[in-house]
């Protein structure tokens, strides 16, 4: 049977294509959208990472000087508190995919790993939890870390 070819059948295959073009637009916004977001949540991870006590911080932990006033350095407990409260906020926007893994990466991971690597912290994360009795302290900032091994190569 052969079929002609009508102006419905154009109308239909016309609407096809309108409707198969707004869904590759819609999707590429939404795709355009969620990088904007994670740029914008790494300039605010970044900026709060690079704050004055944090790259103190960091800075103790690249020389392998003392970060704490009770171990001769020149944080207490609440910068050093605040400096790994970033990276527990940060892992729950990394979970939910907030912040995309090649900027994740580019940006925090090093500093991620080289304080996770500090046995000073490791000790003030197990002494926290013992005081605290609260052994989900930081949990998130070891997760973290374990994910940039995982995903930054």
Not at 71 to 86: E, S
């Amino acid at each position: 049977m052969n079929r002609k070819f009508n102006w419905r059948d154009g109308l239909r295959l016309a609407e096809f294509v309108v409707i198969l073009v707004a869904a590759i637009f819609a999707y590429q916004t939404l795709k355009d959208a969620a990088k904007g977001i994670s740029e914008q949540l790494t300039a605010t991870f970044n900026d709060d990472v690079t704050n004055e006590n944090s790259t103190g911080i960091i800075a103790a932990i690249d020389q392998s000087k003392p970060i704490l006033i009770e171990n001769g350095g020149h944080f207490d407990d609440y910068h050093l508190d605040n400096y790994l409260g970033i990276y527990e906020v940060m892992d729950g926007a990394y979970l939910r995919h907030q912040i995309d893994q090649e900027d994740f990466c580019g940006e925090f991971s090093y500093y991620l790993q080289q304080t996770k690597n500090s046995k000073e912290i490791n000790d003030y994360i197990q002494k926290v939890r013992k005081d605290y009795k609260e052994p989900n302290f930081y949990t998130g900032f070891e997760e973290l870390a374990s994910k940039s091994l995982k995903d930054c190569k």
